[in-house]
């Protein structure tokens, strides 16, 4: 799902980022779009809908994209972005969250990257900095996740009301046809 909406929102757009970085991207996003659903196939999807959670998201996407590292350690991220993030203990459990977008090494020293950066400067070659316009359709993608899971969350605030309404209906007509039955 993030994988088409990331590719959808690049087509519509018509970005244009060089022709290696946007085939990089698109590989690494068919990986980690296929270990994304694997991971989370029997989870329950709402981890935007955690308070602040939003606002950390694209807080660290934009971090990871302009700053001149790649790699960040969590000790860098709460320099750069002053603090802690609100939804959760450090920077690199909501990396580890939200595998849609970053990177996150088990160990080591800089262990959070966004994962179209980190490929896009393999073998050796500097990582660039991924361009504003891709930055922006990742920040898009984000909140039109998180729009998503909100919309989802608050099916439920429709349906109990109208399950209670026809249970009492039930229950009226229940006693009405036994109030009739007995009335014989």
């Not at 429709?158 to 006693?175: K, N, Q, W």
Request: aromatic share 8%; net charge positive; proline share 5%.
């Amino acid at each position: 799902m993030v994988l088409g909406l990331i590719n959808k929102r690049i087509q519509e757009d018509s970005l244009e980022l060089e022709p290696p970085v946007l085939h990089e991207c698109s590989v690494l996003m068919s990986q980690f779009h296929l270990r994304f659903r694997l991971l989370n196939r029997n989870k329950n999807m709402t981890e935007y809908l955690n308070p602040g959670r939003l606002p950390d998201v694209l807080a660290l996407i934009q971090v990871l994209s302009f700053d001149e590292y790649a790699h960040r350690s969590e000790e860098q991220l709460r320099e750069e972005l002053q603090g802690v993030p609100c939804s959760a203990e450090s920077w690199t459990a909501i990396g580890r969250k939200h595998r849609e977008f970053f990177r996150v090494l088990p160990s080591g020293n800089n262990v959070v990257s966004l994962t179209c950066r980190h490929v896009s400067g393999k073998g050796g070659e500097a990582r660039r900095v991924v361009p504003p316009d891709f930055t922006s359709k990742l920040m898009d993608t984000a909140i039109e996740i998180h729009d998503r899971q909100v919309r989802r969350s608050e099916r439920w605030t429709v349906v109990f009301p109208l399950i209670a309404s026809v249970s009492a209906a039930l229950i009226a007509l229940v006693g009405v046809f036994l109030q009739i039955y007995f009335k014989k």
